[in-house]
């Protein structure tokens, strides 16, 4: 072990501490003095201060954790402070002082999990185990992800996850429910932006019979059903105000009515929320209950948008085909111009985009057993100038208004890849009014 710390008497401390409990250890004060020390000593661990006399310990803690697991120790704790050092790359984060017992527990948990780290059949057992679906990529964007999902999975805060429509939000809520103590109960989730307020509302807390005209029998809401579990709330930025206030009130005091009752009832749920929408910005212009995104932020994951994490599209790419839902038994491949072809597009639709093009691509290559260029369409051709800007409709006979607008709202949703945020962008209507024209779209 290689104690870092500027201060001797809590140095040496840590280093007989670390004796007693059978490590070999080594204590140094600076960081030129751990990079003198390691010309020839290697340590399986460092535990690493924070305020060092010649740098910050977090400038120099990317550089120790390529090497060896990093414990961070500090007097001056914070959760900003904990999400920058995971995200650099520490192992466990330790308080000063800390006792003997949490010392020898975070260093025998930071040992353990590199040499899980470094075991193949962990992953893919981990992987084969996991409740949600797999979150497939390497890049850095994605690993500051997985960071931030390990830090919050264990506590039990509320998260806020950010990104853009498609981008696999909803994927982020399952992998930190699926990795928390609530795992062994239910996941629910609930997209704000489609039901009506008293619909969603009764969702949410559920009714007592007699609630509303309708209401003969007392139904559970996802709160209930979720008991001991997770309640993921997809576009929380779509609520109304009068939602907004009663949710609020289920954060701060982890009770709810159901509609209609006078009973509290106990929460005993986490929630993750997720937007596509700035809701600061929207708390800031009076849209949005400012303390309620206070509430729903007190964590923030934001998902990077695919064109951010272009070394994970190829991956991706292969994930969809291998996994694909039809024809399972056809085996194909990507030819390495059709997957930089796929590399180079902007991917206005996200990750959701992305599987439709797959799985068209997968049906045009029909008999072929690679999947070439020309096999695959991207919606709009967004990259191409002035590509994007035609649409064609063709009937067999004269169509109606209501015709018209089927097949315009079609062919829109199939070029943008199911994104509903830009096809209610370009229609110049609120997702939630192009929802109701894709639902009369659906009857």
């Known amino acids: 072990m290689l104690v870092i710390e500027d201060d001797a008497t809590l140095n040496r401390l840590l280093v007989d501490q670390l004796g007693r409990i059978g490590y070999e250890a080594r204590g140094v004060e600076s960081r030129a003095d751990a990079i003198a020390a390691m010309v020839d000593f290697e340590p399986s661990l460092a535990i690493l201060d924070i305020r060092l006399p010649d740098m910050d310990g977090l400038e120099i803690l990317p550089e120790l954790s390529e090497q060896f697991p990093v414990v961070i120790l500090t007097a001056y704790g914070s959760i900003d402070q904990a999400v920058k050092a995971v995200k650099a790359g520490a192992s466990e984060y330790l308080i000063k002082p800390t006792s003997a017992q949490s010392l020898e527990l975070a260093v025998s948990r930071a040992l353990a999990n590199a040499e899980l780290k470094r075991s193949a059949e962990f992953w893919q057992s981990r992987a084969k185990a996991a409740a949600g679906p797999e979150i497939i990529g390497r890049s850095r964007p994605i690993e500051g992800v997985r960071k931030l999902i390990g830090i919050v999975t264990a506590a039990d805060t509320t998260v806020l996850i950010g990104g853009e429509s498609g981008a696999g939000k909803e994927l982020v809520a399952h992998a930190i429910h699926a990795n928390s103590p609530r795992a062994e109960h239910h996941f629910v989730a609930i997209d704000c932006c489609t039901l009506q307020e008293n619909l969603f509302e009764s969702e949410l807390f559920g009714h007592e019979r007699g609630a509303f005209t309708g209401a003969d029998r007392k139904k559970d809401g996802l709160i209930e059903v979720a008991a001991g579990g997770t309640v993921f709330l997809d576009e929380i930025g779509e609520i109304s105000p009068a939602i907004q206030a009663k949710l609020l009130r289920v954060l701060e005091t982890g009770k709810y009515r159901r509609l209609g009752g006078t009973r509290d009832l106990d929460a005993d749920v986490r929630f993750v ?80 985009e992305l599987r439709n093009v797959v799985e068209r691509a997968f049906l045009v290559s029909g008999a072929s057993a690679r999947i070439l260029p020309e096999h695959i369409s991207l919606p709009g051709d967004a990259d191409r100038p002035g590509g994007g800007a035609a649409v064609e409709l063709s009937f067999t006979t004269e169509p109606t208004l209501d015709e018209l607008r089927d097949a315009y709202i079609a062919r829109l949703l199939d070029r943008h890849g199911g994104n509903r945020q830009e096809l209610a962008s370009r229609l110049g209507i609120s997702e939630r009014n192009l929802y109701r024209l894709l639902q009369k779209h659906k009857d």
């Open 273 to 352: 929320a997720a937007t596509n929408r700035d809701l600061r910005a929207l708390a800031a212009a009076g849209e949005f209950r400012s303390d309620l995104y206070y509430r729903l932020s007190a964590f923030e994951i934001v998902v990077p948008p695919l064109r951010e994490r272009r070394d994970d599209i190829p991956l991706l790419a292969e994930f969809f085909l291998a996994n694909r839902k039809f024809s399972r038994n056809i085996e194909k491949q990507f030819s390495p111009s059709a997957l930089k072809a796929l590399s180079q597009y902007a991917w206005p639709g996200n990750i959701r």
